[in-house]
């Protein structure tokens, strides 16, 4: 494992690749996107302080990243070699594996969420999933992870802050 510090906007992973790494957040945010066919970027994952971030989809499949992975903010990583990552005693596995879980946990209601649920409710996911991020990713990105266009986030944001305010003078 090697710590580096990145730059806000350095792209740690590029599509098409090998998966060779994991990176997990020590400080600042990264964020993983891939481009559809036509162009379109979306976010599939955000990475705050304490969390692990990298293609593994393309090594349990053994296919190339489909996943760039880039710093939204100046961060410090610590990058582990997934073929390092594979040979780990069970005893060192174990911190890694409980955040490989949260992630995959995350992932899976995501996707259920992203099936079945209204923006709003995706919306209330992010905020309760990353409670800490909604000021520190621009609404272009959070709007791309909950699959809408930023105009039909700034709807919603708005009328969450009107029945908050309803709400509270009643």
Known sequence: MKRIEVQKGAVLQEAGGCPT?????VSGLLRSHFVDESGKEHTFMFAPEGWTLGDLEAVGFSQSTSLVIEALEPSVVDVD?????SSISETEALPELKRMGRRAGVLQRRVLMMMSSSALERYEFFLATYPELSHRIPQKLIASYLGITPQALSMIRRRRVEEMRGSSSS
């Not at 790494?21 to 957040?25: D, H, L, P, S, Y």
């Not at 070699?81 to 990552?85: A, E, R």
């Open 21 to 25: 790494q994991i990176f997990n957040v």
């Open 81 to 85: 070699s997934i073929k390092d990552f």
